[in-house]
């Protein structure tokens, strides 16, 4: 069965560093988004992307963050200047469709 | 802004029993109810979805029922099983995005 996959599972950075965190969302899908899972904490939705542009975004995704397709297969997620709180798990998903979302099991990022 | 609650926050309960699981929500104009598993460490799997339009979802032993009048949704386990344990997270869907509640830690004993 076709899955949302993430690499890398696990990413430390120092803080004020960039990080990429990768997404290859389900082959026939249309819509993809990013969310982020504070330890201990509520998932929280981060960015919406359709048609190669930004359906929707938090207050959360703020200058810091970006997305890209740059190609066919993968979405990304770029931090420019990590923070200490920027340290979570990060989910991406997609979806054809209907509204049923799938999600990738996550990159954990450690910013120190 | 939608506040999504889940109660419990964590059930304990012996292999065998059926079991319910909460769910509300504070805007009713939502478009879907998705409910989760988690398995500690690891990424969402996606159990059960509801449209706005429907009033409940089967799949297995699990039924999803959704009152966007009430601003509720239940998620029943019929015959929990040990393999039953994780945390099961309901999620309401409003334009893009979907809004998270806490999640159940469900454990179901031997």
């Known amino acids: 069965e076709p899955e949302v996959t993430q690499t890398p599972s696990h990413q430390v950075t120092q803080m004020g560093q960039e990080v990429i965190l990768r997404c290859v969302p389900i082959?026939?899908?249309?819509?993809f988004y990013w969310y982020r899972q504070i330890l201990g904490q509520k998932v929280e939705f981060l960015v919406s992307?359709?048609?190669?542009?930004?359906?929707?975004k938090s207050e959360i995704f703020d200058d810091q963050f970006s997305v890209e397709r740059p190609d066919g297969s993968n979405f990304t997620l770029k931090i420019r200047s990590t923070k200490l709180e920027d340290s979570a798990m990060y989910f991406c998903?997609?979806?054809?469709?209907?509204?049923?979302?799938?999600f990738g099991p996550g990159t954990r990022l450690t910013v120190t | 802004k939608q506040e999504v609650t889940q109660i419990p926050a964590a059930l304990s309960v012996p292999e065998g029993e059926n079991l319910v699981l909460n769910c509300s929500f504070t805007?009713?104009?939502?478009?879907?109810l998705q409910w989760f598993r988690q398995d500690p460490g690891k990424g969402l799997t996606s159990l059960l979805l509801?449209?706005?339009?429907?009033r409940e979802q089967t799949s297995g032993r699990l039924n999803a029922s959704l009152d966007k009048s009430s601003g509720r949704s239940t998620l029943y386990i019929a015959a929990s099983q040990p393999g039953d344990s994780a945390t099961y997270l309901c999620a309401s869907g409003s334009g893009s995005r979907l809004t998270f509640g806490e999640g159940t830690q469900l454990t179901v004993n031997p």
């Open positions: 509801i449209q706005s339009s429907q």
């Open positions: 998903a997609s979806r054809k469709d209907s509204y049923e979302q799938y």
């Open positions: 082959s026939n899908h249309l819509y």
């Open positions: 992307f359709y048609n190669n542009e930004i359906s929707e």
């Open positions: 805007d009713s104009a939502i478009y879907n």
